[in-house]
């Protein structure tokens, strides 16, 4: 099973992207990073949700109290689209910068490269994932209807961690070259935060500039969660599709990056 | 016939140092005003033309002065850095001592550690669990090993990291001078364990500038000296040659 998994990647992709060879580095990795996270902290996990809560709460009173923003739902809808944005921007920033941070050991150690930028978003994506409830329970208190289509939230989280980890770990080769992009990046996921769907959907946005949102690499993702998690109307294959689009992009980018730049890249560093 | 572990071509390795031209708009324009862009390649040659075999149950010293190019041999053959030319072929897992402790985390316990150290020196899960009582012994840390490391003493950690590295089962030892680390009866128990490894079947590469440990524990020698291979043969002879050439 695993040795076919396995070989669809290397064919796919022309290396092993997701360190399937490597799942006990990776699982040592995640595991230490969490633990570092939430050691000697008291409140420990609850720090990973609170933030959140508290920049909805904020964007909430900003938006509906002060603007009067007419959506029903608001705070979850904030929340769904805050969280995993986060993720997202806090992923894409730590893994541009994970290939140089670990100098010490890439040039010690014969040690797979796209191992850091994936380890990055695999730790991220586990608290983001352990703070999913907290959407889900929000909801249900604002009145959200529980339906089957809240099974494709799953689908569009998974596609944003392929996405986040696709142009994170290109990024930290790119890095690795150009020290501009930390702060290059910085600034391009403030503007990208807001054109992307997460204080509003498409509803709000005048038609004619619907197809905008399919051209953001992350838009379709967060309309697909709003949609599936708030039960919001519309249809839901086009995000579906444009998402699948995206990813694959995305990893296709990778494999470009990864199967030029990487050899030699040691020796650079 | 015996099929070399390790087989190295015609190897050369050359770095690249145009790619270290000015990487910021600033230094761009500084360099631009004095008119010393370049954009020419920089290439500057470490080894060349290197070729031999190690075999199973080698225990070879490599030597050479600073510069010589021992410490990119070592790179290659452990395939953190890839050949400019020629070819390096290895059959079997080989455990770096290039770093002991590499990526030890002061804030994780010691058996943490060993979990984590192992697993990107490249082992997997069972290999690990495996090992796992023998390292704790070797390392002689006691209770100690669910503490975190930061309160460990800089012997404690050399005892771990040695520990681990030469404790998981991997068929071909690089050693890179680190046991020039540690106090001195951790250093005979480090050549004591290599030795005993030797003579369990594996095989060993010691990089050094140390003639007395090849002289005394080696069974082949190599000298590299200016990017070349100037000897390949018995340690005595390579040693008085390499002690030549010192002076």
Redesign the interface.
């Given at each position: 099973m695993f040795s076919f998994t396995n070989r669809l990647t290397l064919i796919a992709l022309g290396f092993d992207a997701f360190c399937l060879n490597k799942k006990f580095l990776v699982f040592n990795l995640v595991n230490r990073n969490l633990k570092i996270k939430y050691r000697r902290s008291f409140f420990g996990y609850f720090w990973t949700i609170l933030a959140p809560v508290m920049i909805s709460m904020i964007y909430y009173f900003v938006f509906k109290v002060v603007m009067n923003v007419n959506r029903p739902h608001y705070l979850p809808f904030i929340l769904a689209g805050v969280l995993p944005w986060s993720f997202f921007s806090q992923s894409i920033s730590e893994a541009t910068e994970s290939i140089v941070a670990n100098q010490a050991l890439i040039s010690k150690i014969p040690i797979p490269i796209h191992v850091f930028p994936y380890v990055v978003s695999i730790t991220n994506f586990s608290t983001l994932f352990f703070s999913l409830p907290v959407i889900f329970i929000l909801g249900m208190v604002s009145g959200v209807q529980p339906s089957p289509n809240m099974l494709w939230a799953f689908y569009f989280f998974g596609c944003l961690l392929l996405l986040s980890y696709s142009v994170g770990a290109i990024l930290a080769v790119f890095y690795v070259y150009l020290r501009d992009l930390r702060h290059a990046i910085g600034l391009a996921l403030q503007v990208w935060l807001y054109a992307t769907p997460i204080f509003y959907d498409s509803s709000m946005i005048p038609p004619k500039y619907h197809w905008i949102l399919f051209l953001n690499p992350v838009g379709s993702i967060f309309e697909g969660i709003h949609m599936s998690m708030l039960g919001s109307e519309g249809a839901l294959i086009p995000h579906v599709l444009a998402s699948l689009a995206w990813v694959t992009i995305g990893l296709l980018s990778l494999r470009v990056t990864y199967t030029r730049l990487r050899s030699g890249l040691v020796e650079v560093l | 016939m015996i099929e070399p572990v390790i087989s190295v071509d015609h190897l050369v390795k050359e770095?690249?140092f145009s790619?270290?031209r000015p990487?910021?708009?600033k230094s761009f324009l500084t360099n631009f005003s004095k008119g010393t862009v370049r954009y020419k390649s920089d290439v500057f040659r470490v080894l060349d033309d290197v070729s031999f075999a190690i075999y199973p149950g080698d225990f070879i010293g490599i030597m050479g002065r600073n510069g010589a190019g021992k410490s990119t041999l070592l790179?290659l053959i452990?395939?953190?850095?890839?050949p400019t030319g020629g070819s390096i072929r290895t059959r079997g897992v080989?455990a770096?001592l290039?770093?002991l402790g590499?990526?030890f985390?002061p804030?994780?316990t010691g058996l943490?550690n060993i979990?984590?150290n192992a697993?990107?020196?490249?082992?997997?899960?069972e290999a690990?669990e495996q090992a796992l009582s023998s390292i704790i012994e070797f390392s002689e840390l006691g209770d100690h090993i669910h503490r975190m490391i930061k309160n460990y003493s800089s012997g404690m950690l050399v005892r771990l990291g040695f520990s681990i590295a030469t404790h998981l089962d991997a068929p071909i030892l690089l050693v890179d001078e680190v046991l020039a680390v540690g106090d001195l009866s951790f250093q005979r128990k480090c050549i004591t364990k290599i030795k005993e490894l030797h003579r369990a079947g594996r095989t060993i590469i010691l990089i050094t500038h140390d003639s007395n440990s090849v002289r005394e524990h080696c069974n082949r020698c190599i000298v590299l000296e200016n990017k070349k291979k100037i000897f390949d043969g018995l340690p005595k002879e390579g040693v008085s040659l390499y002690e030549s050439r010192q002076s």
């Open positions: - | 770095f690249n790619a270290e990487t910021s708009l790179k452990s395939g953190i850095y890839t080989i770096p290039i770093e590499a990526g985390h804030e994780l943490e979990f984590l697993s990107i020196l490249g082992f997997g899960r690990t």
